[in-house]
């Protein structure tokens, strides 16, 4: 299933929703710029490496240019292929521009990078001693999708439905649809716990517990920063 669009009207130019697909964007095309060799050091110094993020953790030095800490926000812009960044962009653009627009501009930008930044926390949690780098912005974007679902649960989500040869549409209540999207993340991520996965851009894994993290910080988040104030 595939969401298209919904009908809650913006009052505001989400700037900084703009501001974050063209961020993700650029970052993807210096990617592609690098050879497999600079790409592969490229993540390990800016996505989250958890066996390098627990040992920094522990107060070990390690020689790095950019703190391990500071890539739970780096890592949020980074992507390990044209679906994955694709995927990540479209429901940033559905549902980014309305969280954005109760949240308003600053505090929106706030609360998508600490999204990201505690899903890559949930994800470290449960693989503490990979050296795996985990990337990509679907941390923050679940956190967006978890605001959404509590500010907009009966909003109608246009949804794309195949039918073998033929494709449908049908307008689902964004509480169902996203709702079987955090169960399904919550799912995935519980199956995954005793049997070895990978996560990154040459492995292909998904990291589950990234979304679902992000998902329900989106939902302790949201409120605090205004996400259920009436206009």
């Given at each position: 299933m595939v969401p298209l669009r919904d009908n809650n009207p913006i009052s505001i130019t989400p700037y900084v929703t703009?501001?974050?697909?063209?961020?993700?964007?650029?970052?993807?095309?210096?990617?592609?710029?690098?050879?497999?060799q600079q790409l592969e050091g490229?993540?390990?110094?800016?996505?989250?490496?958890?066996?390098?993020?627990?040992?920094?953790?522990?107060?070990?030095?390690?020689n790095q240019p950019v703190p391990e800490w500071l890539t739970l926000f780096t890592s949020q812009f980074l992507h390990?292929?044209?679906?994955?960044?694709?995927?990540?962009?479209?429901?940033?653009?559905?549902f980014g521009n309305n969280i954005e627009d109760r949240l308003g501009h600053?505090?929106?930008?706030i609360f998508y990078l600490a999204?990201?930044?505690?899903?890559a926390l949930t994800q470290w949690f449960f693989s503490q001693n990979s050296s795996i780098p985990s990337?990509?912005?679907?941390?923050?974007?679940?956190g967006v999708m978890g605001a959404y679902i509590l500010r907009f649960p009966r909003a109608q989500v246009l949804t794309l439905i195949p039918l073998?040869?033929?494709?449908?549409?049908v307008q689902i209540p964004a509480m169902f649809f996203l709702g079987f999207w955090f169960f399904q993340q919550a799912l995935f991520g519980i199956a995954s716990l005793n049997t070895p996965t990978n996560i990154g851009m040459q492995s292909g894994g998904i990291a589950y517990w990234a979304h679902a993290g992000g998902f329900v910080f989106g939902v302790i988040l949201g409120p605090p920063l205004g996400l259920m104030k009436r206009y």
């Open positions: 703009y501001g974050l697909l063209a961020a993700n964007i650029l970052a993807f095309f210096y990617q592609l710029s690098l050879n497999p490229f993540f390990h110094v800016a996505a989250v490496v958890p066996r390098e993020l627990t040992s920094s953790l522990r107060g070990i030095p390690l390990g292929g044209l679906l994955h960044l694709g995927g990540n962009m479209l429901f940033l653009w559905i600053i505090k929106f930008l999204c990201g930044a505690m899903a990337l990509g912005a679907s941390g923050a974007i679940a073998g040869f033929f494709i449908t549409t």
